[in-house]
C-alpha cells in the first residue's frame, strides 16, 4: 500500500497504514485502515484509523467530516462480519486529559457476548 501525501514517520498508525510494520489488519481501503488492538480489552477490540496523519479529534475540522463519517459508517459492518450482533462499544481518547498514547486519530471498537460494563475510570 502506497503511503498517504500525509505519512508520518514517526507515526506507528501511519506505519501500519503504509503495511511498514505488521498489523492484523481486518479490513482497509482508500481512506482508512481497521486492524486488531495489540492489547485487547473486550473479545473484539479493532481500532478505525484514517490514512490521512491527523493527530487527534481535536485537530478535526469541517472538511475532514466524509473522512469521519466513512470511519464510523464502517465500525457497524466490522462488528457484523466478526460476528458480534447486540452492541458494540466506540470510544475516542483525545489528548492529555483523554489519556491518548498514539496521536494519529483512531476510535476503538470493542464487543463481546456480553455487556462490556463500565469500568470505573474508563481507561482505554
Ligand atoms: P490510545 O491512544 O490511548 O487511544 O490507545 C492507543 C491504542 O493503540 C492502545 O489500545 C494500544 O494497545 C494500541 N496499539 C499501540 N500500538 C499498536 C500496534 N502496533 N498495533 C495495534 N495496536 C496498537
Ligand atoms: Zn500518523
Known amino acids: 500500500m502506497s503511503q498517504h501525501p500525509s505519512h508520518d514517520p514517526s ?3 501511519c506505519r501500519i497504514s503504509a503495511g511498514e510494520i505488521p498489523a492484523q489488519k481486518v479490513y482497509e481501503d482508500e481512506h482508512m485502515v481497521a486492524f486488531r488492538d495489540i492489547r485487547p480489552r473486550a473479545p ?3 481500532l478505525l484509523i484514517p490514512r490521512q496523519h491527523i493527530p487527534s479529534m481535536a485537530e478535526l475540522r469541517p472538511e475532514h467530516a466524509a473522512l469521519v ?3 464510523l459508517v464502517k465500525a457497524g459492518d466490522l462488528v457484523r462480519a466478526e460476528g458480534y450482533t447486540d452492541g458494540f462499544r466506540t470510544v475516542a481518547n483525545t489528548g492529555r486529559v483523554g489519556c491518548q498514547e498514539v ?4 476510535f476503538h ?4 457476548d456480553a455487556p462490556l460494563g463500565v469500568p470505573p475510570t474508563f481507561e482505554l
Open 69 to 71: 463519517g466513512h470511519l
Open 44 to 46: 473484539l477490540h479493532i
Open 109 to 112: 471498537v470493542l464487543a463481546a
Open 103 to 106: 496521536y494519529h486519530l483512531h
Open 11 to 13: 507515526c506507528i498508525f
